[in-house]
């Protein structure tokens, strides 16, 4: 039995779409852009999978009860997605460093985010 999952699946799918983005990245690079599109493969389907909960349950805003104490807090799901978009861009703008200028890479990169 395989524990290839759907999720590892969709990732395993982004990473091969970014594989050809670092064609051009110099060889003593090379290593460091891999982890890169690793981890911007991973975001990318987690990212879908957050906005997805979040558009099922649909409060910005939820709820809290602890005993005798009522309060609003920030949506658990959004919380995340706030977090993690922001470590997302912050890895595709390094990875996007890494790119020579005038690649064509770079035009597959922006294709890639533009996806969002």
Do not use: W
Not at 22 to 50: G, H, Q
Request: aromatic share 10%.
């Amino acid at each position: 039995m395989s524990n290839y999952t759907p999720k590892k699946y969709k990732i395993k799918k982004e990473y091969e779409k970014l594989q050809t983005v670092i064609a051009d990245v110099a060889p003593n690079k090379k290593d460091l852009a891999e982890r890169f599109i690793r981890e911007v493969a991973y975001m990318s389907v987690t990212l879908e999978e957050i906005k997805k909960e979040y558009d099922k349950n649909g409060k910005a805003v939820e709820l809290f009860e602890n005993g005798s104490q009522r309060m609003y807090r920030e949506n658990t799901a959004l919380k995340a997605y706030n977090n993690l978009i922001k470590n997302y861009n912050t890895t595709l703008k390094q990875l996007k460093d890494l790119i020579p200028d005038g690649q064509a890479q770079l035009d597959d990169l922006d294709e890639f985010t533009n996806r969002r």
